[in-house]
């Protein structure tokens, strides 16, 4: 069984920045090939944000977080982190970690995080 544990988040002003990180344990390259984070906002749908592959480490983003959010794992520690940069109010939400397979909708993913809360303020 997969078990993700995120944290990283908090309160930070608009252009800030921000590490989540998200440690996997009991997982192998037959449980899960690629880790993602996704983010929920109050009220809206579960939207993908970014996701990089254990093998080869390929990775894929969000449109709006291209240039600002960057995706990096450690195979050793089984960690993947997302560094958050120019930070602005719309990324506002809690942001989950996941695991499962290349793919950019919630139903890639198999195994989720409990989440953690990222508040950016104006």
């Known amino acids: 069984q997969v078990q993700l544990v995120e944290s990283g988040g908090g309160l930070v002003q608009a252009g800030g920045s921000l590490r989540l990180s998200c440690v996997a344990s009991g997982r192998s390259s037959s449980t899960d090939a690629a880790a993602g984070w996704f983010r929920q906002a109050a009220g809206k749908d579960r939207e993908f944000v970014a996701l990089?592959?254990?093998?080869?480490?390929?990775?894929r983003y969000r449109g709006s977080v291209k240039d600002r959010f960057t995706i990096s794992r450690n195979n050793a520690k089984n960690t993947v982190y997302l560094q958050m940069n120019s930070l602005k109010p719309e990324d506002t939400a809690v942001y989950y970690c996941?695991?499962?397979?290349?793919?950019?909708?919630?139903?890639?993913?198999?195994?989720w995080g409990q989440g953690t809360q990222v508040t950016v303020s104006s």
């Open positions: 990089i592959t254990w093998t080869g480490g390929i990775t």
């Open positions: 996941a695991a499962g397979r290349y793919g950019s909708a919630t139903s890639d993913f198999g195994y």
